[in-house]
């Protein structure tokens, strides 16, 4: 019953805009304190608080958030657009293929669906409509695509999760890369699909000789590699996630001076930029673990699973189950929150059912990927209405239908096919 | 000087400089282990002198953070609030934000107390904790200060 209250009030709090993090701490050092005494309270509060900043796994987040925007200052973003736009550019939808695949890959340096999107969108967008395809497609895709930020390792939300759950972020990682190639594939072969139906909707855009394509590929070799070594890096077990986001923000700081990037403004503003949403992302895990303590003393994650036990209905139902819990949320509350909130209720539920908690993480990632894309909240959709005001929101809505079934699909998969995120990790262990 | 606004305040002050130099040195550090590791010369410690440098990383990040009102929140609702209303419930979160923090601190500074004779430290470089300790409590009496300054000035999204 308490547990049940805790949340309600969580969410009330949340609904009426206080921070994450301190809505989810101040909850639960309330319920600490009504179960376990003030003063207990206080102590497991603090304790939470004094491991969480001298927790070196937690190192991980800022560095890679740093590495982050030393690429974004490097022009990763605008790189990886140019280099598949070169490719593919010329073809029917083209440059919608080029927005995916610039997305994958710039979302492998930002972890970031929001930065994704916006990036991509203000890139994509613009030059989209300038060769004529449709506002609905163009910013639809665009949206889309930037859903694979959160997926695409070095990922925030699959750190943040591996943080909340105690699982490896290296196996996270490796895990995610199947799905997320796997993703990327079904965005373009809806591209494909759609430009087939209706041709009007992406015109061919002039061909770009061979020599220049060429210029474009080049100019994101190094920022590939620098992705190649830090995934490499963790898969092969070369270095530790932390070690691998310190090598990544290293090698970034260079390759930004190779580059000519790196000025004092664009170097301070990388580290003002990493310390705020590090900031940010500190106070959300502290509160969310002080949520956790709570929760765990309520027994209500136990309670549920017991009645998912007494249920009798098998790790698919249930999974199933969860996932459409997961979505009806993901139309209210926005990623981080929903993680928080449900992540310590339900892992214990699919971890007694027998359910990879590895599995899990990445199948919660790409449920809350579909919240950022489906109404009433999809956040990435109204990301590309504020960049496009001129193209109404129910265009935008419009437009990412399509990819949103390819996402129920690729959903359907994940949970038919469990091996597209546990093979990886098995095979190189 | 106006510490919360964001517009107004300088954004290379002293907690920019301590976040940034615990971070770049934090990356230093793994960098060089890493490196030491792999052609023979271990660097020792590496890890104790991360952890250290993360504590003030993470300590001045949050208090950025707090400073330039970029804690995530849900404003769906909110947004919808007439403008005097939406006052009073940023007032009252910024409020339950100080309370949060000042519990925070009280009980950081109680464990600190608790456990000054006790001469903690890191197993290899012997780094004292009780400067790591009064750095977390100092950074969550920061905190809710900032809070209940913006509760009082209630012009901010928390």
Known sequence: ?429 | MDAMNPEKRSKRGPLFYIGAGGLLAMMVVETAAVLGRHVGIPVTGALEIAQACIVFAACAAMLVATLQGAHAAVHMLTDRMPRPLQRHVFRAGSVLAGLFFAALAAGSAWLAFEYWDSYEQTEVLHIPFRPLRAVVTLAAALASLAFFHRAMRAEQKP
């Open chain 1, 1 to 429: 019953m308490s547990g049940l209250l805790g949340v309600l009030a969580l969410l009330a709090l949340l609904a009426l805009g206080v921070p994450i993090g301190i809505a989810m701490g101040a909850v639960g050092l309330v319920g600490l304190t009504i179960l376990i005494g003030p003063e207990a309270a206080l102590v497991k509060g603090s304790v939470v608080f004094f491991e969480s900043v001298t927790r070196f796994e937690l190192g991980v987040l800022p560095l890679f958030l740093l590495m982050a925007h030393f690429c974004f200052a490097a022009g990763a973003s605008r790189d990886f657009f140019s280099a598949a736009a070169g490719l593919v550019g010329h073809r029917r939808g083209g440059l919608a293929l080029a927005t995916i695949a610039g997305c994958a890959g710039f979302g492998a340096v930002s972890g970031s669906s929001l930065a994704t999107a916006a990036t991509m969108g203000e890139i994509g967008l613009p030059e989209m409509r300038r060769r004529g395809y449709s506002t609905a497609f163009a910013s639809g895709a665009v949206a889309a695509g930037g859903t694979l930020g959160s997926l695409t390792p070095p990922s925030g939300a699959l750190i943040v999760f591996g943080i909340i759950a105690e699982q490896s972020i290296g196996k996270l990682f490796t895990a995610a890369i199947i799905p997320v190639v796997t993703q990327t594939l079904l965005y373009m072969a809806t591209i494909v699909i759609l430009c087939r139906i209706r041709p009007s909707i992406a015109p061919p855009s002039p061909r770009i000789p061979w020599a220049e394509r060429g210029k474009a590929v080049l100019r994101v070799l190094d920022l590939a590699a620098l992705v190649a070594v830090v995934l490499a890096g963790i898969a092969l077990g070369w270095f530790t996630p932390t070690e691998a986001a310190s090598i990544g923000a290293t090698l970034s700081l260079v390759l930004c001076a190779i580059r000519k990037r790196l000025t004092w403004q664009s170097f301070c503003e990388a580290l003002g930029r990493t310390l705020r949403t590090s900031g940010m992302l500190y106070v959300v895990i502290i509160g969310a673990l002080i949520f956790a303590s709570f929760m765990s003393f309520t027994g209500l994650a136990e309670q549920i699973a017991a009645l998912v036990h007494r249920l009798d209905s098998g790790p698919t139902a249930t999974i199933i189950v969860i996932a459409l819990l997961l979505l009806l949320l993901g139309s209210v509350l926005d990623g981080l929150a929903l993680m928080l909130l449900t992540a310590p209720i339900l892992l214990p539920i699919t971890t007694a059912l027998g359910i990879s908690p590895i599995w899990f993480g990445i199948f919660f990632v790409r449920t809350m990927e579909i919240g950022f894309v489906h109404p009433p909240v999809g956040i990435n959709l109204y990301v590309m209405h504020s960049i496009a005001p001129d193209i109404p929101i129910g265009r935008v809505f419009k437009g990412v239908l399509p990819f949103l079934a390819a996402d129920f699909l690729h959903l359907a998969m994940l949970i038919a096919v469990p091996a597209m995120a546990l093979a990886l990790p098995a095979w190189l262990a």
